[in-house]
């Protein structure tokens, strides 16, 4: 089945340092990528989008890399701060289907 | 304006049993998604609804099921319970069927089969 993998499952860094969080995705069809951040207790949250007809966007701090060529997304964070420490999802689709295909996670630590 | 919302937070049952959880969307919204979480991986599309219609289902077994209220809120249920049915089980709504940028998550139901 359908599938979005994470090279790493764990990612430690130094607070003020930045980090870099990578996601490939298997479906060639998909046009429409997500990061979100989930947090302890909490469901996930949106950090940032990215639409198959761009390789790059910016928001606060966070930047998404996207390579189509091999299937690669990227999420970069600059300044990671203590807020920043949680399990970070890559997540594809196509547009106007029905559901997020997720990959496994990424839990980000920050270290002091 | 208060996000969507899921009760309840925690549930323990056992094997064979039977479970409901409920969601309440975003004021407006009028689209709701299910999605497993298993421990340590990524949610696992369930089912949406739109307008109370089913619009999309994952590859999960008949046990579950689920329905959309007028009011927009829904119900997972799932019968028979196994251990494997052991996760949180997140809600998430859209103004839009399609409107994957709009969703938002609840926190979650964890479920614990015993």
């Known amino acids: 089945g359908e599938s979005v993998g994470l090279h790493l499952p764990t990612l430690s860094v130094q607070e003020g340092d930045n980090s870099i969080i990578n996601c490939a995705y298997s479906?060639?069809?998909?046009?429409?990528f997500i990061w979100y951040k989930q947090e302890s207790g909490k469901g996930p949250q949106f950090i940032i989008d990215?639409?198959?007809?761009?390789d790059k966007r910016q928001g606060q701090r966070v930047t998404v890399l996207l390579n189509k060529t091999v299937k690669h997304l990227s999420l970069q964070i600059a300044a990671t701060q203590p807020g920043d420490s949680a399990v970070y999802f890559c997540?594809?689709?196509?547009?106007?289907?029905?559901?997020?295909?997720f990959g496994q996670g990424t839990r980000l630590t920050i270290n002091p | 304006d208060a996000g969507v919302t899921q009760s309840p937070t925690h549930l323990i049952k056992t094997r064979g049993q039977q479970v409901t959880l409920r969601c309440s969307p975003i004021?407006?919204?009028?689209?709701v998604s299910w999605y497993q979480q298993v421990l340590g991986q990524g949610p696992q599309f369930i089912f949406q609804?739109?307008?109370?219609?089913?619009?999309g289902r994952g590859n999960f077994p008949d046990r579950f099921s689920a329905r959309q209220f007028p009011n927009y809120s829904s119900e997972l249920n799932v019968n028979a319970l196994l251990l494997g049915d052991s996760a949180l089980y997140l809600c998430?709504?859209?103004?839009?069927?399609?409107?994957?940028?709009?969703?938002?998550f609840g926190p979650g139901t964890r479920l614990t089969v015993l």
């Open positions: 998430a709504s859209s103004f839009l069927a399609g409107g994957i940028n709009e969703q938002f």
């Open positions: 479906n060639s069809a998909s046009d429409y």
């Open positions: 990215i639409r198959s007809n761009m």
């Open positions: 997540a594809e689709t196509i547009q106007g289907a029905q559901k997020l295909v």
């Open positions: 004021s407006g919204h009028k689209s």
């Open positions: 609804y739109y307008e109370k219609e089913e619009r």
